[in-house]
């Protein structure tokens, strides 16, 4: 695979969801509109250990906010970006330069400086995905409108 593709391969990203315990979210929001909350919020009530990476917060959901990665005391499995593509490099230096496994952007958060970092670093590339959507796409739990029902099907309610 070449090209932006290749950070989408979906064996690749299995992978990568089921090797992460630890997840540093870059750009995590205390505001519970913002899509990094939802996410962060998900991704924690399905048993993920989430460290806030923001440097305007304190805490986020319950959790000790860090204004940037190399501040943050304890191992990282993946760095999940909710940043502008222009501030990939960085982050992706400092992704390699904790050790995480993997860096993972969010949609739109694409940069090909930034990959190519962090791969030259050995760290896992996975690009204009989002982690929650793929997290509920391969555990079986996406929804058409991205909830959980518990049940599994493929016609929608009210229409049987």
């Known amino acids: 695979m070449t090209g932006p593709d290749r950070y989408q391969d979906p064996l690749t990203i299995q992978r990568v969801l089921h090797s992460t315990r630890t997840i540093a979210i870059v750009g995590l929001s205390g505001n519970e509109l913002r899509a990094s909350h939802f996410v962060g919020y998900y991704l924690k009530r399905h048993g993920y250990r989430i460290i ?11 959790e000790t906010s860090y204004a940037s990665l190399l501040d943050v005391p304890e191992p990282v499995d993946l760095v999940n970006v909710f940043r502008a593509p222009d501030a990939l490099p960085e982050i992706a230096r400092e992704t390699v330069a904790i050790g995480a496994g993997a860096l993972w952007c969010q949609f739109g958060v694409i940069n090909e400086e930034g990959a190519r970092i962090a791969e030259d670093g050995g760290v896992t590339v996975v690009m204009d995905r989002c982690l929650k959507v793929e997290h509920a796409r391969f555990a079986g739990r996406m929804h058409w409108l991205g909830f959980n029902t518990r049940r599994i099907t493929s016609v929608r309610a009210g229409l049987q």
């Open 52 to 62: 806030p990476v923001n440097p305007r917060e304190k805490e986020i959901l319950g």
